[in-house]
């Protein structure tokens, strides 16, 4: 069995070039085919880059991508974009409004896959916005019940999975980072990833960034994936300690560097953090990676913490013997 | 029946109209322009959403909360022993707020609302209420670092807005709303809250409204009745098990009745309006209804607020509801009130920015 394999969470930010051709393409002074191939371009130049330091599970770095799930509601049928409105401080964002039956018009995510696979020998995981955050990061203006819209996505994403698992993908990640929201609706997070994840044989993953994950564990463990995700760095792995009142059970991505910080970690305070959760969980069920996407930090920030990773992980390997 | 909103009002239109604000506050971070630049922004601003509220015909307007960075920030950085904290999210909504830390004694050093008050008073035709949140959320969302117990917080920061309570009477507001939707998460804290609004209202003359939202009451009413509020304000939508706890007891105040959904784009019927309004006069004489969105509307996109305050306004029209004495009486005074004090308000409201 490999241990402490390293991966990433999903996305990485867009090099100036791609930011730049976004913007062009958005005030229609570029074609669709030439953001497309510089998207490609920094999909490669991603995949080329997780390669040479030796990520051992890559992603695709989302290059084509705004937001995790504008993106969706922009590729399916079912979605409007609403007007802005305010996330916090002066950031705004459209938000996705639900107004009729949702629908993939074909596959969304696979095209993508696989040309990120192609160029590499190395996995690349399938990477999906969950059910239940598509449905509670949205209006709704036709389904009328959470559980039905959540529903009806997770068909959806069902078969974008479905479709991601026949390309040859062998980990799907589904993230949920809304799962915490509503601490009540835990059944409905649940019952939505059963639709999901069903028959699947993939490895399957699911992203939680804990609002309050004391309020949904250890209820989570029965989250129908086997992996799940988690933010450690930016809380000093004090999720390890809610461990301590129930074993955690599934397979672990744990989270070692802050994405929400230009500082960068010390290699010790990184592998102090893996050793901290070995004492708890078996390191071949341990896949190491950033607490979360890295799209909100520089090209040199993301690539300098993914490089710490590797590092750090590689330096416990060693020191403990294993392979 | 009067109509009115809650709170906060969306910051941007979208285009064509210019998101002059947001980009006031990007050229002010930018080092492009300066503060005082920004505040005649954040005045232009303020003036367009009170211009919408009233042309919605709303009977009772707010200033949209335009300056307030979020429902915490905006007193938490004016009030003494608080300072910032980092973004956390704010309830169960996808918007985040800077989280107030009390290092120290709780202590209200100057009026934080007032000349904003007083700016939108004079600024609008119709009745202005501030609407400020109350001590008892402002405590739950905070960090309390200081006090040694969570109700030595809240009584010092009911304390605190007492004072600017008051602050706003001496400027003549006749009609302040506090906001406290975070009992309805706790409702064990029920002692606390009550002793806590008591310190909130103390000595207060001006007519005083508590509005809850993002949840219902079930637990704590009747009791919420007998707080020293005279309009008790309740989510219909989030809080839809409100229709059936307000059955099992009279409802004895004025209500604020939340019924158009603020965090869903999902525009309202007038019929389906028009038969929630005749199902909640079975319960409370119309003349004692406020109706309004169930919170702030800054949830939604600007201009699918006001598609939804002008279609409240429609319902309410259509249902054939007399414009109450006390509304006409408050917007004439209002008015009056206005006009005279319009020069030295003015005037006062530049100096105090500066």
């Known amino acids: 069995m490999p241990s402490l394999l390293t991966t990433a969470v999903g996305s990485y930010p867009k090099p100036d070039y791609l930011m730049q051709a976004r913007n062009q393409y958005r005030k229609k002074r570029i074609a669709r085919a030439e953001l497309l191939a510089l998207e490609r371009r920094a999909t490669r130049e991603w995949i080329e880059f997780q390669e040479r330091i030796g990520l051992d599970i890559l992603v695709d770095g989302e290059q084509y991508r705004g937001d995790m799930v504008e993106y ?149 463990l029965d989250l129908p994936v086997a992996q799940l995700d988690l933010e450690m760095a930016n809380s000093n792995y004090d999720l390890l300690d809610v461990f301590k009142s129930h074993p955690y059970t599934k397979e672990i991505g744990l989270g070692v560097v802050d994405v929400h910080n230009h500082r960068l970690e010390s290699i010790e305070q990184v592998k102090t953090g893996i050793k901290h959760a070995l004492q708890q969980i078996p390191p071949e069920k341990i896949f190491v990676d950033p607490d979360c996407g890295l799209k909100t930090r520089t090209v040199a920030e993301a690539q300098a913490k993914l490089e710490l990773v590797v590092r750090a992980t590689r330096e416990v390997k060693r020191e403990l013997g294993l392979r | 029946m009067i109509t009115t909103v809650v709170g906060n009002y969306p910051k941007i239109p979208n285009l064509p ?29 303020t003036r367009e959403v009170i211009a919408e509220q009233i042309a919605a015909g709303l009977d009772l307007i707010t200033d949209g909360k335009i300056r307030w960075e979020d429902e915490q920030t905006y007193l938490a950085r004016r009030l ?13 909504s996808n918007t985040y707020y800077r989280q107030p830390i009390c290092e120290g004694a709780v202590e209200w ?18 009745p ?78 001006a007519k005083l409204a508590l509005y809850t939202y993002f949840g219902d009451v079930g637990g704590i009413y009747p009791q919420i009745l007998a707080l020293p509020f005279a309009v008790i304000g309740l989510d219909f939508v989030q809080g839809a098990r409100n229709w059936d706890v307000i059955k099992t007891a009279p409802f004895t105040k004025e209500l604020g009745f939340g019924i158009v959904d603020a965090r869903n784009t999902k525009l309202e019927t007038r019929a389906e309006l028009r038969r929630a309004f005749a199902q909640i006069a079975r319960v409370v004489p119309l003349d004692r209804v406020y109706v309004n969105p169930t919170c702030g509307l800054e949830f939604l996109p600007r201009e699918r607020a006001q598609e939804k305050l002008a279609q409240l306004v429609a319902a309410a029209r259509e249902f054939g509801t007399r414009k109450p004495r006390t509304s006409a009486q408050a917007e004439k005074r209002n008015t009056q009130h206005a006009t005279r004090k319009t020069r030295k308000a003015a005037k006062e409201h530049e100096r105090s920015r500066k």
């Not at chain 1, 509601?73 to 974009?81: K, L, Y």
């Not at chain 1, 999906?128 to 019940?145: A, H, K, Q, R, V």
């Not at chain 2, 002059?20 to 492009?32: E, P, S």
């Open chain 1, 72 to 220: 969706f509601a922009e590729e399916w049928r079912g979605f409007a974009i609403s007007g802005l409105v305010r996330a916090y401080g002066n950031r705004y964002y459209h938000k996705p409004i639900i107004v009729g039956k949702v629908a993939r018009q074909g596959p969304t995510t696979v095209e993508w896959w696989k040309y990120a696979q192609s160029l590499t020998r190395k996995p690349v995981k399938g990477m999906l916005t969950g059910p239940y955050t598509l449905m509670d990061w949205s209006f709704d203006e036709y389904y009328g019940s959470r559980r039905q819209a959540a529903l009806a996505l997770a068909r959806v994403v069902h078969a974008e999975a479905r479709d991601l698992e026949r390309a040859g993908a062998e980990y799907i990640q589904i993230d949920e980072p809304a799962a915490s929201v509503v601490p009540e609706e835990i059944d409905l997070l649940i019952e939505a990833m059963a639709t999901v994840t069903r028959g699947l044989r993939a490895k399957t993953i699911s992203h939680i960034c804990y609002g309050d994950f004391t309020t949904i564990y250890p209820r989570i």
């Open chain 2, 17 to 45: 109209r210019p998101a002059k604000l947001r980009q006031a506050i990007a050229n002010v971070d930018a080092g492009k322009i300066t503060r005082d630049d920004l505040q005649r922004t954040e005045d232009q601003v």
């Open chain 2, 80 to 92: 003494r022993g608080l300072r910032l904290g980092g973004l956390i999210r704010y309830f169960d």
């Open chain 2, 109 to 126: 050093v100057e009026p934080i609302t007032v000349c904003d008050y007083e700016f939108a008073a004079q600024y609008s035709s119709k």
């Open chain 2, 128 to 205: 202005v209420k501030p609407a400020l949140p109350g001590p008892y959320t402002l405590a739950r969302l905070s960090e309390n670092k200081y006090y040694p117990t969570l109700d030595e917080f809240v009584f010092a920061l009911a304390d605190a807005l007492n004072q600017e309570a008051r602050a706003l009477e001496r400027a003549d507001a006749t009609f302040i709303q506090f906001d406290e939707p975070a009992i309805l998460r706790r409702k064990q804290d029920w002692a606390l809250f009550e002793q806590a609004m008591r310190r909130l209202t103390n000595g207060l003359t």
